[in-house]
């Protein structure tokens, strides 16, 4: 990422195992996003996308909130500018990156921070979380997704209230609509997410990822189309392997069905 002087508002460090953490490092202001902040994010996580060694990434934020949205002293600057620029964009960065995000969601995630909330592939929150859409109360048109993701995880009408009456979700509200993977206590919050990372990286890296793609793009589509995608990927998949490959497979499905079942459930 480069020198600049919201570098440190937004941290970047990876792990030997292979989990990148992006921090939101701006406690004092609730993690509220600058201009300079979104650009830093979006190419840490454009970095992390092409980092061979970074398998799963994490995103949480310092302090009391995970985000609290723009910071709206700046919000001329962060609305007027180059919307458009992927390469700033940070939910179009996230979006286009190959590697399962995990956001640890405490405190608060307020409309922009919603957003890049509804960028995660998994969501672990703390108890007393709460995710709130302000953008109909401050008079700002969403752009990073919230009037079209949220209405296909929770439902229309869930999602036309929160999101016209800015009533905030739980996190244990979040968790039955099925916005919210886990909740867990604060202090678990990180050792979760951090679980779910961990239980990713023990399968085949080359099929999380390709998992991860074909959810998403079939998503964007109707279901007789997403069905469509799948086989077609899965042909591509196949056609790809080798004998070798294909005898790997079998020997462990081999491997596996030979070890007697466990009695525990």
Same mark, same amino acid.
């Given at each position: 990422?480069?020198?600049?002087?919201?570098?440190?508002?937004?941290?970047?460090?990876? %792990?030997?195992?292979?989990?990148?953490?992006?921090?939101?490092?701006?406690?004092?202001?609730?993690?509220?996003?600058?201009?300079?902040?979104?650009?830093?994010?979006?190419? =840490? !996580?454009?970095?992390?996308?092409?980092?061979?060694?970074?398998?799963?990434?994490?995103?949480?934020?310092?302090?009391?909130?995970?985000? $609290?949205?723009? %910071?709206?002293?700046?919000?001329?600057?962060? !609305?007027?500018? %180059?919307?458009?620029?992927?390469?700033?964009?940070?939910?179009?960065?996230?979006?286009?990156?190959?590697?399962?995000?995990?956001?640890?969601?405490?405190?608060?995630?307020?409309?922009?921070?919603?957003?890049?909330?509804?960028?995660?592939?998994?969501?672990?929150?703390?108890?007393?979380?709460? !995710?709130?859409?302000?953008? /109909?109360? !401050? =008079?700002?048109?969403?752009?990073?997704?919230? $009037?079209?993701?949220?209405?296909?995880?929770?439902?229309?009408?869930?999602?036309?209230?929160?999101?016209?009456?800015?009533?905030?979700?739980?996190?244990?509200? =979040?968790?039955?609509? =099925?916005?919210?993977?886990?909740?867990?206590?604060?202090?678990?919050?990180?050792?979760?997410?951090?679980?779910?990372?961990?239980?990713?990286?023990?399968?085949?890296? %080359?099929?999380?990822?390709?998992?991860?793609?074909?959810?998403?793009?079939?998503?964007?589509?109707?279901?007789?189309?997403?069905?469509?995608?799948?086989?077609?990927? /899965?042909?591509?998949?196949?056609?790809?392997?080798?004998?070798?490959?294909?005898?790997?497979?079998?020997?462990?499905?081999?491997?596996? $069905?030979?070890?007697?079942?466990?009695?525990?459930?």
């Amino acid at each position: 990422m480069g020198q600049t002087k919201s570098e440190n508002l937004i941290l970047v460090t990876r %792990d030997p195992m292979g989990i990148a953490y992006v921090t939101i490092n701006r406690p004092k202001s609730l993690n509220s996003l600058t201009r300079s902040m979104m650009a830093d994010m979006a190419q =840490g !996580f454009k970095s992390l996308d092409k980092d061979e060694s970074v398998l799963v990434i994490i995103l949480s934020g310092s302090g009391r909130a995970f985000c $609290s949205g723009v %910071d709206l002293t700046s919000a001329e600057d962060v !609305f007027k500018g %180059d919307v458009k620029d992927v390469e700033t964009d940070t939910v179009a960065q996230m979006e286009r990156c190959r590697k399962p995000i995990i956001g640890a969601i405490s405190g608060f995630a307020v409309t922009a921070g919603f957003e890049i909330a509804l960028a995660c592939d998994v969501l672990v929150a703390a108890k007393g979380a709460k !995710f709130i859409d302000t953008h /109909a109360r !401050f =008079g700002i048109f969403p752009s990073w997704g919230l $009037s079209q993701k949220l209405s296909r995880i929770i439902g229309p009408n869930r999602a036309r209230e929160v999101s016209m009456a800015a009533t905030p979700i739980t996190a244990e509200q =979040g968790e039955r609509w =099925g916005l919210v993977n886990h909740v867990v206590e604060e202090g678990e919050l990180l050792k979760k997410a951090r679980a779910i990372a961990e239980a990713m990286i023990k399968n085949n890296q %080359d099929l999380v990822l390709r998992y991860k793609a074909v959810i998403n793009d079939g998503l964007k589509l109707d279901l007789g189309h997403a069905l469509a995608l799948e086989k077609e990927r /899965a042909h591509d998949y196949y056609n790809g392997m080798t004998k070798e490959q294909f005898k790997k497979m079998q020997e462990f499905i081999a491997a596996r $069905s030979s070890k007697k079942p466990s009695s525990k459930l």
